[in-house]
């Protein structure tokens, strides 16, 4: 689930940064990117206490 919304936040701070809107665009894009490091950690972290 937090994939999808990593993913869904830096698409959208794609499109802001091509619509111009370059502030909701760096906030999506720094969210979206924290989200994706932030499962990938918890999934490794998961996967060595197995």
């Known amino acids: 689930m ?3 919304a990593g ?3 830096l ?3 794609t499109v802001w ?3 111009g809107k370059p502030a909701y665009a760096a906030g999506a894009l ?3 990117a ?3 490091l932030s ?3 918890h999934y490794y972290q998961m996967k ?3």
């Open 2 to 4: 937090g994939g999808i």
């Open 7 to 9: 993913v869904s936040l």
């Open 11 to 13: 698409l959208g701070g």
């Open 17 to 19: 940064m091509c619509i």
């Open 30 to 32: 720094i969210a979206g």
């Open 34 to 36: 924290a989200a994706l």
């Open 39 to 41: 499962n990938r950690i």
């Open 48 to 50: 060595r206490e197995k």
